[in-house]
C-alpha cells in the first residue's frame, strides 16, 4: 500500500519557521518528481513547491519564493518543506504529493495533509 504521510505542521508566530516533512512508502518515488501544495479554509487547493527526482530542478509559487525551500532525501524516501519567515496567509493544510502536475492540479499520490496555522 503506496503512502504518504506529512508531518511537522503546527502553530507559530508570523515570522517563525516550520519545516513540513514527507516519509513515501510502498514504493519507491526515487525516480519521481515530489512536491507540496496547500489548502486554505474555504479556498481551492494551491502549488507550493515541487523538486524534480534527483532534486536539481525546483519551482515555487511566487508566493513563497524566497520564503520556502524544498528538498529531498531518496534514500531516506523523504521530501521537506523549509518555511521561513511564515506569514498569516500561509495558514493551510498542506499536503504532499507524487508526480505532482501544476497545469492540472493532479497527482498520482496523495498525503492526507498537515495543518500549518500562523498567528499575526
Known amino acids: 500500500q503506496v503512502q504518504l504521510v506529512e508531518s511537522g505542521g503546527g502553530l507559530v508566530q508570523a515570522g517563525g519557521s516550520l519545516r513540513l516533512s514527507c516519509v513515501t512508502s510502498g514504493r519507491t518515488f526515487s525516480r519521481n518528481a515530489m512536491g507540496w501544495f496547500r489548502q486554505a479554509g474555504g479556498k481551492e487547493r494551491e502549488f507550493v513547491a515541487r523538486?524534480?527526482?534527483?532534486?536539481?530542478?525546483?519551482d515555487y509559487a511566487d508566493s513563497v519564493k524566497g520564503r520556502f525551500t524544498i528538498s529531498r532525501d531518496n534514500a531516506e524516501n523523504t521530501v521537506y518543506l523549509q518555511m521561513n519567515s511564515l506569514k498569516p496567509e500561509d495558514t493551510a493544510v498542506y499536503y504532499c504529493?507524487?508526480?505532482?502536475?501544476?497545469?492540472?492540479?493532479?497527482?498520482?499520490?496523495w498525503g492526507r495533509g498537515t495543518q500549518v496555522t500562523v498567528s499575526s
Open positions: 523538486i524534480s527526482w534527483g532534486g536539481r530542478s525546483t
Open positions: 504529493a507524487a508526480d505532482p502536475s501544476i497545469e492540472t492540479m493532479t497527482a498520482t499520490y
